[in-house]
């Protein structure tokens, strides 16, 4: 079983920044892609940024440029940092990780539980 775990959200005035984390923990399993999507209240799940194994990145054009997503493999580790934050990025961003059980070779996708980010003006 695969678990991810958040942290780094919190208050922050609008031009700060903040770095979330999300580490995944279990065994049997390797991950391909991680990322972090985000829900504003009374609006639908977004992709944020995501990046691969290999280190391949895709960002939403709302945070591009503004926004770095980095992973560390060996610590089945994501990080999101985030600059030059604006209101509109208030939302509870989650973790996700896609990739196989090695045991089985089955998909595997998981989310984290999320954690509140409040830009103020």
């Known amino acids: 079983q695969v678990q991810l775990v958040e942290s780094g959200g919190g208050l922050v005035q609008a031009g700060g920044s903040l770095r979330l984390s999300c580490a995944a923990s279990?065994?049997?399993?390797?991950?391909?892609?991680m990322g972090w999507y985000r829900q504003a209240p009374g609006k639908q799940r977004e992709l944020v940024a995501v990046?691969?194994?290999?280190?391949?990145?895709n960002y939403a054009d709302s945070v591009a440029g503004r926004f770095t997503i980095s992973r560390d493999n060996a610590k089945n580790t994501v990080y999101l940092q985030m600059n030059s934050l604006k209101p509109e990025d208030t939302a509870v961003y989650y973790c996700?990780?896609?990739?196989?059980?090695?045991?089985?070779?089955?998909?595997?996708?998981?989310w984290g539980r999320g954690t509140l980010v409040t830009v103020s003006s």
């Open positions: 996700n990780a896609r990739g196989v059980v090695t045991t089985s070779y089955s998909n595997l996708e998981v």
């Open positions: 279990g065994s049997r399993f390797r991950l391909n892609v």
């Open positions: 990046i691969t194994s290999g280190g391949s990145t």
